[in-house]
């Protein structure tokens, strides 16, 4: 399985090299889409300027380009909002025309209506099926086929059970699956042969297509404002169970508890951890697995990816699952982990 990881800006691409990734995805929006659309209309859904989420010029696509053919490790550009105005699909087939121009072959997209509008313009770029997308199962997979999806990126929410049947759909389909747009595709590209699956950062409580949110410099993330869960016609008890939150709380700051963070404030996964599961996501057929970390400290992204390695190494290593789970949690979590699992 190889590493993924976000890049946020083109200075953090050899550091992350170094420590151990394989391959890398980052959004691309130029300055004329941010000017005309600002982030009422994105076209990743990651509108921001103030801090590194994205790369923001051709100049420094081709910069980065540059970088990949020195180092070998590919980069793939994010096209993640759901849909687009119809108006907008002619500008974003010629950004991702000049971004092909510029040597970038594959685009993560999250919109059904892009896809077929490439294909229909003959544009046979790489499509990797967004993480951003509402549901995969195989009666989506049946809808995605056609337009020729080279790797498929499960969602936040898929099971290891939702992935191993969607990955038997489709290796069952390749022997006499026939596309209606095969003449539109060159047959490398007519069947997924690579599955990712989120790993470690970023466990939001939404699921891609269902957050409301605009991430953008004006707003804050609507995952990070404070809220309350709890059933409104039982307020006693949610009372209650407030009050032993608190008590809890109070207690662990008292006698030092919490998440074992080091004195940089870091702990491996501690907003969203899927390392115990890399046996059976390795059984289960996902051959990449995606690390977030777009606008996260860069520091703290080297440290993710060298840990990943590490998780990695070991799982080489190991005959059985528990033997992975007890050697990685001792190398990696000598101090106890988050417990913010991915899958459980």
């Not at 990816?305 to 990695?312: H, P």
Request: aromatic fraction near 12%; proline fraction near 3%.
């Amino acid at each position: 399985m190889k590493i993924v990881a976000g890049l946020g800006s083109i200075d953090e691409y050899e550091t992350f090299v170094k420590a151990g990734a394989d391959e890398f995805f980052c959004g691309y929006v130029p300055f004329s889409w941010a000017e005309k659309y600002g982030v009422i209309h994105p076209l990743n859904r990651r509108e921001v300027l103030f801090y590194n989420v994205q790369i923001g010029s051709m100049s420094e696509l081709q910069i980065l380009k540059k970088m990949v053919d020195y180092y070998g490790k590919p980069v793939k550009l994010t096209f993640n909002s759901l849909y687009y105005t119809g108006e907008q699909y002619p500008v974003i087939a010629e950004i991702i025309t000049q971004c092909m121009a510029a040597g970038f072959e594959n685009f993560i997209i999250a919109d059904p209506a892009l896809m077929l509008y490439l294909r229909q313009q003959k544009i046979n770029c790489g499509i990797h099926l967004s993480g951003e997308t509402a549901e995969v199962n195989r009666g989506m997979l049946e809808q995605m086929l056609p337009f020729g999806i080279r790797r498929v990126i499960f969602h936040r929410k898929n099971s290891l059970e939702d992935m191993q049947s969607c990955i038997k759909f489709v290796n069952d389909k390749k022997i006499n699956y026939k596309c209606d747009m095969k003449e539109n595709i060159e047959e490398k590209y007519m069947f997924p042969d690579e599955y990712e699956a989120f790993i470690l950062n970023e466990l939001c409580h939404f699921s891609g297509a269902f957050c409301n949110s605009l991430h953008c410099d004006e707003l804050t993330h609507l995952c990070r404002v404070p809220y309350e869960l709890g059933n409104l016609h039982k307020k006693e008890e949610t009372d209650a169970a407030q009050k032993d939150v608190a008590e809890t709380d109070r207690i662990q700051e008292k006698e030092g508890k919490g998440l074992p963070l080091d004195e940089d404030g870091y702990l491996t996964g501690s907003t969203g951890c899927g390392l115990c599961a890399l046996y059976r996501m390795k059984q289960v057929g996902i051959t990449h697995l995606k690390l977030v970390g777009r606008g996260n400290y860069t520091d703290f992204m080297e440290k993710d990816i060298r840990q990943l390695r590490k998780a990695l190494d070991i799982l080489e290593k190991s005959d059985n699952e528990l033997q992975y789970q007890r050697e990685m949690k001792a190398s990696l979590f000598p101090d106890g982990c988050s417990q913010n699992c991915y899958y459980r």
